[in-house]
């Protein structure tokens, strides 16, 4: 999964506005406590944070 896609999932599971600040703010266990922006920083592949999104979050199958 390419950065622009996981960036563009994330907006049509939160809304732009929203997206952004879970991606800052929420804390993911299933990133080892850190947020997606920082999992992402860190060089984890987005394939891997989008699982983790969807992993914690109510994603519809059509977005996962």
Do not use: H, N
């Amino acid at each position: 999964m390419r950065l622009t896609q996981f960036w563009q999932r994330m907006e049509q599971q939160f809304g732009k506005g929203y997206a952004e600040s879970v991606a800052k703010d929420y804390v993911l266990a299933e990133l080892g406590g850190r947020t997606v922006e920082q999992a992402l920083a860190d060089g984890e592949p987005a394939k891997g944070v989008w699982r983790a999104v969807v992993a914690t979050f109510d994603v519809p199958p059509g977005l996962r």
